[in-house]
């Protein structure tokens, strides 16, 4: 049967040469015996682990020096779709050598780097990125048997996007430090929520205790809040609040005493006027839109030196940053 009958032609030119041959070739699959371990003089471990989002299960064979944690031999055994086979292989070729400490430090994206033919282009299609975690999983399951621990104790962090292993914590620290204000600018910085989209909002290919939209929204509520305190502990010790430091509702109130202070009363004498439809945000920006009314709105200078004038005084009195925007 062709390929193509197989996968969607343009899915499969999505995987890297490398996770094709694996599909078909893998190197380490098979299993591992005690008569295997006894001979190598060290201890077998077997570890499952299930991905209960596409019902595929790995099993994980590690053959351990006891007096070193070093892995002499690891095999697998895959029952799941040919990106889980290639991603399994993958991640025993990577445990070999390395003690069970360092194997745990074994993150998806490296199996997922691993896979590619160029730095630069992804193994597999982001919707099968979650295969690589299961491969992931599986490892600390193993580590968890070999050291008689919980597995999830070698998870210090809460993890929102398994796909890019990114941390509730970074995701916060990311947001306010970059002032994001979007999940496509998380995405671009982090990388959560490029892959299989699962964490990004309720309803994806499994259910998550954290999303991204939530997290979002959670973080600006927070920054407004203490904003808010910061500004009103100013006012209270008589301190003068910057421009910057304003709230969006307390920025909007300063332009628009601005413009009735500085603009409108001329507008009017022409027979004009002007309001203030939005205010927003734009990385270092504010961006002030408004709507001509009157004679205003036909006039040719409004989009010239009429707009040049209320940009001007804005900036004067309030912040250089300030741009104003006709709709």
């Not at 019902?55 to 070193?68: C, E, F, Q, S």
């Amino acid at each position: 049967m062709a390929k193509q009958d197989l996968i969607g032609g343009s899915i499969w030119e999505e995987y890297s040469q490398k996770v094709q041959d694996l599909m078909n070739n893998p190197k380490n699959q098979g299993e591992l015996t005690e008569e295997d371990a006894k001979r190598l003089g060290g201890e077998l471990i077997v570890a499952d682990f299930g991905a209960e989002s596409c019902g595929d299960a790995v099993r994980l064979y590690w053959i351990v020096d006891p007096k070193t944690d070093k892995i002499l031999e690891a095999k697998f055994k895959s029952f799941g779709c040919g990106t889980a086979i290639a991603s399994s292989d993958t991640m025993v070729e990577l445990c070999k050598g390395k003690t069970v400490d360092e194997a745990v430090k074994i993150t998806n994206i490296d199996v997922e780097k691993a896979m590619r033919d160029t730095p630069e282009t992804p193994a597999v299609p982001p919707q099968k990125m979650h295969c690589s975690v299961m491969a992931y999983d599986v490892i600390k399951k193993a580590a968890s048997l070999y050291k008689g621990v919980d597995m999830e104790s070698f998870e210090d962090e809460i993890i929102v996007c398994e796909c890019a292993r990114v941390s509730l914590q970074t995701l916060k620290e990311v947001i306010r430090l970059n002032d994001l204000k979007t999940v496509e600018e998380i995405t671009d910085y982090t990388k959560a929520g490029a892959f299989c989209k699962s964490c990004i909002k309720p309803g994806g290919h499994e259910e998550r205790e954290y999303y991204l939209v939530d997290i979002l929204a959670e973080t600006r509520k927070e920054m407004e809040e203490e904003k808010l305190k910061a500004t009103a502990d100013k006012q209270a010790s008589g301190e003068e609040i910057s421009f910057n430091d304003m709230t969006l509702v307390q920025k909007i109130k300063a332009i628009d005493s601005v413009i009735d202070e500085s603009v409108r009363q001329y507008l009017i004498m022409d027979g004009g006027n002007m309001e203030v439809l939005d205010v927003k945000q734009n990385g270092q920006y504010t961006d002030v839109y408004i709507r001509y009314l009157g004679a205003c709105s036909g006039c040719a200078s409004s989009t010239t030196g009429t707009l040049y004038a209320i940009e001007s005084v804005l900036k004067e009195k309030l912040d250089p940053n300030i741009r104003v925007l006709p709709i």
